[in-house]
């Protein structure tokens, strides 16, 4: 269980030897994925291009403001506008994205939404917080890789991390992938994390070498409970100087799953909420839901 001085001196001794790593925070612009993007960028002493992706432009600059200015030349740290609840939004942006970076070392994808609602399908018939918690992510990662694999071919490194529930999900309907037919709060909550666990290992056995990570953050004090849809959990908000007693802080929680992503090893992991890996005794999907969900989530996303 490594202590939060621990991980961030681990996270401190990041040096590449490949120059000036490229980094992309889907969902940097509030939370774990801000805490992630600004240890990162603390981490670099600003040498590295940094990319936050969100829908929050204040937000964003007001993060990129902060950190540290780069002290080589054409160093950028920016801001893309991307709603990925939408997949044609999510592959415009990546295709722009591949444009402008050939290689890409890290790429972190924390976008997420607390809702108690019900299924609430988006134009192209996705359920909104599965397409942010899992099949915008799914496409990010299948779209972006082309420069995942050139910075792994060029011995550099290529880790994804994916910050949803790691081992807190359960079993999926396989007939049932994407909930159209039983969508419940329970069964969404359940199949976000299965799914997740099924992404990375599939993206694994695709891509030897590479790192692919499903993590769980614990209980981080974010703006997850007042941004909710759902009355009742902004209302638990205000709960928030009681639940800072016992959950971690964005900035903690950031050095912790920043560990996860840089002390990777490659193959796909799940990691707690320290950065560790979990044993995992039981698994709760086999080889076949790997590849069930990966065809359907292949079809789902190809807009
Ligand atoms: N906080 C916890 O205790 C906790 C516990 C377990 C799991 N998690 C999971 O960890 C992840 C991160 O949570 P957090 O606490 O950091 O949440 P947060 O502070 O509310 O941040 C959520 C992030 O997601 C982005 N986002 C949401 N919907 C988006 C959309 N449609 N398009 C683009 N970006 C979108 C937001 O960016 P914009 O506002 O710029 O759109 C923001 O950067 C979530 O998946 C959450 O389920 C959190
Ligand atoms: C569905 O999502 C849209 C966009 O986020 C939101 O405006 C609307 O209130 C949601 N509907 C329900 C029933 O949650």
Redesign the pocket.
Known sequence: MPSLSTVSAFNARFTPSYGIPVAIF?????????GMAEAFARHTKGNAQIVL????RA??EAILARFPKPTVGGVKHEFVE????LMKNVRLTASELLTRFPKINFLAL?????TLNGRNETEEGIDRKLA??YYGRWRFIRDLMPALEAAHQAGEDAKVVS???AKHGGKIDLDDLGLKKHFSVFNAAMAGPTYNDCMVKGFADRHPGLSFIHS?????????LQ?SNTAALRWASNLTPFLKLF?YS?EAAGEHQLYALLNAKPGAKLTDDKGAEYVLKEGYFDADAVERVWKHTEEVTLV
Not at 82 to 85: E, G, K, L, Q
Not at 216 to 224: A, D, E, F, I, K
Request: aromatic share 4%; glycine share 20%.
């Open positions: 889907v969902g940097g612009t509030s939370g774990i994925g801000q992706v969100g829908r929050n937000a964003a991307c709603d990925v609840s924390s976008a997420g939404v607390l942010v918690h910050v949803l529930a769980y953050p614990g209980s981080v004090n974010t703006g997850l941004n959950a964005f």
